[in-house]
């Protein structure tokens, strides 16, 4: 064997039997043996696989992509993406500036609009994230920015708050669609060597806050009505209206991005699975030409895993929709939920992590969905507040996000720091510099304290995004990370209903949220696994 040469038998272990016929994937052969070792998508079928035809041909994809290697696809893929993360962070950001201005004119209990969006986001998680397998990931990626673009726009003629409420909800169907279907689509395009750049892609999130943040108070402060007016008419406070219009606007600019500048080819292993195996084939070869080079993938390396018997080019994949959704519901089945607790040190890391994730969902939106609320009606009550300091204040707030992320990823890696020792001490900072700003008597001791919490939280989220998938081993870390991030969705519900019973007034939702971060630092020093330095399970 030269040294160029792999023996696949020895690097990748899949071996099926179809009607006694022994098959393994093909190894192409201008994969470099060093990328092969270091790639984690190269890995052996698992054993409770639900189709091994799907799981065998998928694992010849993965080689494919890795054989193309990280390109300008990849590179257009991470910004047309990232949009989706900014997008996941810039409505939630939308709704708490709006708040204070709807709650003036409409005159009613502020957290339904938040419920509302609760609703939407859990629903276009669900929907988009189990509709992308019937439907493709193309048509998802190409309309939930369209459906946030256009109802957003129309929640700008609400004559009541019922009707905003409403709105809020269907565009956050769209807002909550993105991430389970960009994230799909960024993967399974990238190569197993970059497969860091998920965690890189959380950058545009707090973009989406600090865009948001800017836009308001160019618009904002010179279009509403004073706070804790009596008597606010429509036309005195159109500024909600023209802000909720720009910013559709500003959606349907990136969805326009998305779909006539930039062209999204179907995900192959969507294609695969409902047995298009041509045209998986297809779109491969077109990856590696708009990256400037070529790929080794046939039609053949596909089908010779089919049934014996069948046609070439008939897939021994289950092509319905039900399987589709089945081999992604796959993931839930008992055998992988039992597997994350397989031992009592497995237990205890999976059961903490995902209570960590609930109780931050939780924490997070109870306070941060009346961010602007807060600085708005405390400045009132200093008598040093107007309009126009709230949301100068809520743009320096935002700005303090984006050296937040730089840390997080400086500190993960430090010796005597490491995984636990950021996410422990930034989780307890948070909730401190919450209670802390409790204690402020001017607007400029608030925005202090509001800065520390900004800055402590986004190196709390970072660590927690890289954190969590590196807890699960390989095989079941879909599993896993769905867990978590399930928890932290239907916790977020709960957070504008405790916030209705506690009146925003008084300072009981901040304490309650300071209060569940403390409790989430703590825990987090409970995690028995420290995952620096070390390889993923």
């Excluded at 709105?167 to 689509?185: E, K, R």
Aim: with cysteine; charged share 15%; aromatic share 12%.
């Amino acid at each position: 064997m030269s040294a160029n040469a792999i023996d696949c038998s020895v690097t990748v272990k899949v071996t099926i039997k179809l009607n006694e016929k022994a098959v393994t994937p093909p190894c192409p052969s201008t994969m470099n043996p060093a990328d092969v070792a270091g790639s984690s998508s190269i890995a052996p079928l698992p054993e409770a696989s639900l189709d091994p035809v799907y799981a065998a041909k998928a694992e010849v994809l993965n080689r494919a992509i890795q054989d193309i290697g990280f390109g300008r696809y990849q590179k257009w893929l991470f910004v047309v993406t990232g949009f989706g993360w900014l997008v996941d962070n810039l409505w939630p950001v939308v709704i708490s500036i709006i708040l204070v201005p709807v709650v003036t004119e409409f005159s009613f209990p502020g957290p339904f609009l938040s419920l509302s969006q609760n609703i939407g986001l859990l629903t276009g998680a669900l929907v988009f994230g189990l509709g992308s397998d019937v439907w493709g990931r193309r048509i998802s990626f190409n309309s939930t920015l369209l459906i946030v673009g256009v109802f957003a726009t129309a929640a700008a003629g609400a004559p009541e708050y019922i009707f905003l409420c409403f709105f809020a909800s269907i565009w956050s169907i769209g807002v909550g669609g993105n991430l389970p279907v960009d994230s799909a689509i960024f993967l399974e395009f990238l190569p197993g060597t970059h497969k860091y750049l998920l965690t890189v892609l959380s950058i545009w999130w707090a973009f989406g806050q600090l865009l948001a943040s800017l836009i308001a108070w160019a618009i904002l402060p010179w279009n509403s009505c004073p706070i804790n007016t009596d008597q606010c008419l429509r036309w005195q406070n159109m500024g909600w209206r023209y802000y909720v219009i720009v910013m559709g606007a500003l959606m349907m600019i990136l969805w326009a991005i998305r779909f006539f500048i930039f062209k999204l080819y179907e995900s192959p292993k969507y294609l695969m699975g409902r047995g298009r195996d041509a045209e998986a084939v297809e779109v491969v070869h077109k990856v590696a030409a708009f990256n400037g080079t070529t790929s080794n993938l046939t039609l053949e390396d596909l089908t010779r895993f089919d049934p014996v018997g069948g046609l070439v080019g008939e897939s021994g994949v289950d092509t319905s929709a039900s399987a589709a959704i089945k081999r992604n519901t796959e993931k839930f089945k008992a055998n992988h939920i039992k597997a994350l607790f397989a031992t009592t040190k497995m237990a205890w890391s999976t059961s903490l992590i995902i209570f960590m994730w609930a109780v931050i969902g939780l924490a997070f939106p109870l306070y941060n969905s009346f961010v602007p609320y807060y600085l708005a009606t405390r400045g009132a009550n200093f008598g040093d507040g107007s309009i126009f300091l709230t949301y100068r204040n809520e743009v320096i707030v935002s700005v303090l996000g984006i050296p937040g992320a730089l840390v997080a990823g400086w500190l993960v890696d430090l010796p005597r720091v490491g995984r636990k020792g950021a996410l422990a001490s930034s989780t307890l900072l948070t909730g401190a510099f919450l209670m802390l700003g409790t204690t402020a008597r001017t607007s400029n001791e608030l925005l202090g304290w509001n800065c520390a919490y900004t800055f402590t939280s986004n190196i709390m989220y970072g660590v927690l995004y890289a954190m969590t998938p590196e807890l699960f081993p390989t095989k079941d870390r879909g599993t896993g990370s769905g867990l978590a991030a399930s928890a932290n969705r239907i916790f977020g519900v709960m957070a504008p209903i405790i916030a209705l019973a506690a009146d925003l007034e008084t300072s009981t939702p901040i304490w309650i949220s300071g209060a569940l971060f403390a409790i989430a630092g703590f825990v987090a020093l409970l995690l028995p696994l420290e995952t620096r330095g070390k390889s993923v399970l």
